[in-house]
């Protein structure tokens, strides 16, 4: 019943035996105690605030028992990594997601209670062993009783009995959770007594928890978790990941992230050491990937990924917050081939970026004014059902298509400005200034004059003023296209209307002098009709001069 976890049938035949004489051997009375407090029977019902039952939850997170949090590792390892960023690991952080977190809110938390069914069996043995303070020690922890804990822990020293190294553990452990000062100082006095006869032997968890207190030594927590790694090593037991992940946060508490390279040249000569033993060893690429970001070191980066890409996948805890930083990362090389071919290769396999990591590109991308890979990313962000959570990606896809002259691409980067625009509608995304301009810009360019006085007129619809760049490209796509000599002159007189002297400024003697040109063509055509050329000449040059001042008189006598 015991091995079953039936906690009441054990609990009811173990009474029986008690009412008919029937003596219960030590180790079973040790087993149904350990079973009885980590089941919490008898506990108190606490009433918490949000808060609290968050923070409850997270110190339970950061333990390092396994037991706390099964993790089937067959059906990881089987899973693709796609799949398992979706699926499985979604259950093995669960304690992390916030898809659940409203779920966990309604549960009421149990404090440990002196009169539990676990304290009452504790009570009642005349006869004990370290094992029987081990048993109880779990609950303990586990329901956050430290200081009931470390009386307990008193109590076996003056009994003559020594813990086991799984209770030196949860000691630790709840020292890490405290908010004592001295809580560095109290673990090396346990580690002190774990050296008393007889002497306990530390295992890696002991190791892995010294390393993360050692950030409560200050300024010295670099120095301190390297001599931890080195007793470590000298002992003779193996590190995990989680000890490497521990001693990058000691580092980093200094802001010193040098170990970083030192991590993964020793991974690569032990690479026996990528295996999953503790549920926080999912958390080690994680960490590793974004001290590298940290220091902006994208070999680091590239060399981590090869390591999880040679069937370690199952070690990554959430593919998107691995492999996010690490395209950010390459993004920052400036080098936008390295970055698509990297970008290429981790969605055709392993990744499915959100909108972020696609507006990331698109900056690297306007920064290198490469537009070339506007239609692939667009394309994929689509096939990818990415959602949009703002007007960031479509506004840095415009920063992009800003960079490009007129190309034989034009109606494609066309299509893809009017497909981010319908998104965004779609969506309930606002269009700032930028997006609005960029649509104008791309028609334009196109030659589709129409849909670009569209765009022109959202500028009024959203409460913006005009951009100058809007209105300069359509000002020389229509000085190119002799064809529309009429609109080259509406155009200006948009643009002379807001007085904007950078506009003016930027070519602005050719032209005046296509305008002046188009004259005749004008006083054919429905528009101005009732306006004479000369007058509209007239008009043009007063508008010239009425803008010349906004130059400090640079312009040349020439020009005028």
């Given at each position: 019943l015991i091995a079953q976890r039936s906690t009441d049938q054990a609990l009811k035949v173990f009474d029986k035996f008690e009412k008919r004489g029937r003596k219960v051997s030590l180790e079973t009375r040790n087993n149904l105690l350990e079973l009885l407090s980590y089941a919490g029977v008898g506990n108190d019902v606490?009433?918490?605030?949000?808060?609290?039952?968050?923070?409850?939850?997270?110190?339970l997170n950061d333990s390092n028992d396994l037991e706390f949090?099964?993790?089937?590792?067959?059906?990881?390892?089987?899973?693709?990594?796609?799949?398992?960023?979706?699926?499985?690991?979604?259950?093995?952080?669960?304690?992390?997601?916030?898809?659940?977190?409203?779920?966990?809110?309604?549960?009421?938390?149990?404090?440990?209670?002196?009169?539990?069914?676990?304290?009452?069996?504790?009570e009642s043995m005349t006869e004990r062993s370290g094992?029987?303070?081990?048993?109880?020690?779990?609950?303990?922890?586990?329901?956050?009783?430290?200081?009931?804990?470390?009386?307990?822990?008193?109590?076996?020293?003056?009994?003559?009995?020594?813990?086991?190294?799984?209770?030196?553990?949860?000691?630790?452990?709840?020292?890490?959770?405290?908010?004592?000062?001295?809580?560095?100082?109290?673990?090396?006095?346990?580690?002190?007594?774990?050296?008393?006869?007889?002497?306990?032997?530390?295992?890696?968890?002991?190791?892995?928890?010294?390393?993360?207190?050692s950030k409560r030594t200050g300024g010295?927590?670099?120095?301190?978790?390297?001599?931890?790694?080195?007793?470590?090593?000298?002992?003779?037991?193996?590190?995990?990941?989680?000890?490497?992940?521990?001693?990058?946060?000691?580092?980093?508490?200094?802001?010193d992230p040098s170990v970083i390279i030192e991590i993964v040249d020793y991974l690569e000569q032990h690479p026996q050491l990528l295996r999953l033993e503790s549920y926080f060893d999912l958390f080690f690429f994680e960490a590793a990937i974004n001290v590298a970001n940290?220091?902006?070191?994208?070999?680091?980066?590239?060399?981590?990924?090869?390591?999880?890409s040679k069937d370690c996948w199952h070690l990554v805890g959430d593919i998107d917050k691995f492999l996010s930083p690490y395209l950010v990362v390459v993004s920052w090389e400036k080098d936008i081939q390295t970055l698509m071919l990297t970008y290429r290769w981790l969605v055709s396999k392993y990744y499915r970026p959100k909108d972020?990591?696609?507006?990331?590109?698109?900056?690297?991308?306007?920064?290198?004014?490469?537009?070339?890979?506007?239609?692939?990313?667009?394309?994929?962000?689509k096939k990818f059902d990415v959602q949009l959570g703002s007007n960031q990606v479509v506004g840095r896809m415009h920063d992009v298509l800003g960079t490009i002259t007129i190309t034989d691409d034009m109606q494609c980067h066309r299509r893809v400005a009017e497909e981010s625009w319908r998104m965004l509608l779609a969506k309930r995304i606002l269009p700032d200034r930028r997006i609005i301009g960029g649509m104008v810009q791309v028609c334009a360019r196109a030659k589709h004059y129409q849909k670009a006085w569209y765009y022109?007129?959202?500028?009024?619809?959203?409460?913006?003023?005009?951009?100058?760049?809007?209105?300069?490209?359509?000002?020389?796509?229509?000085?190119?296209?002799?064809?529309?000599?009429?609109?080259?002159?509406v155009c200006f007189i948009f643009t002379g209307s807001y007085s904007n002297s950078e506009i003016f400024n930027v070519c602005f003697a050719d032209h005046l002098l296509i305008c002046l040109c188009c004259c005749c063509c004008c006083a054919r055509t429905n528009m101005f009709s009732c306006v004479s050329p000369t007058c509209q000449g007239e008009f043009l040059i007063a508008l010239f001069a009425g803008n010349a001042e906004d130059d400090g008189g640079k312009r040349s006598q020439q020009t005028k």
């Open positions: 606490g009433v918490t605030n949000r808060s609290k039952f968050v923070e409850h939850q997270q110190s949090i099964p993790i089937n590792l067959a059906a990881v390892k089987k899973l693709s990594p796609i799949q398992a960023s979706v699926d499985e690991n979604q259950i093995l952080v669960l304690s992390k997601s916030e898809n659940h977190e409203h779920l966990k809110l309604k549960l009421p938390r149990k404090v440990w209670s002196l009169s539990n069914d676990a304290e009452m069996l504790f094992r029987t303070y081990d048993a109880i020690m779990l609950g303990l922890f586990k329901y956050k009783s430290y200081d009931r804990m470390f009386k307990l822990y008193f109590t076996m020293h003056k009994e003559g009995f020594q813990p086991s190294v799984s209770t030196y553990n949860y000691l630790l452990m709840a020292l890490d959770h405290s908010d004592n000062s001295a809580a560095w100082e109290i673990a090396m006095e346990l580690v002190k007594k774990m050296g008393s006869h007889p002497v306990v032997l530390p295992d890696t968890t002991t190791f892995n928890m010294l390393l993360k207190l010295s927590s670099r120095e301190t978790a390297a001599a931890v790694f080195q007793e470590m090593l000298h002992v003779g037991l193996e590190p995990n990941l989680t000890t490497f992940m521990r001693l990058l946060q000691a580092y980093m508490y200094n802001n940290h220091c902006g070191k994208s070999d680091i980066g590239a060399r981590l990924v090869e390591m999880a972020w990591i696609y507006a990331t590109i698109f900056q690297a991308c306007a920064e290198a004014k490469r537009a070339e890979c506007v239609v692939e990313l667009w394309d994929d962000f022109y007129a959202q500028f009024e619809s959203y409460g913006y003023q005009p951009s100058s760049s809007a209105l300069q490209c359509l000002l020389n796509c229509y000085a190119a296209d002799k064809s529309n000599g009429h609109e080259v002159l």
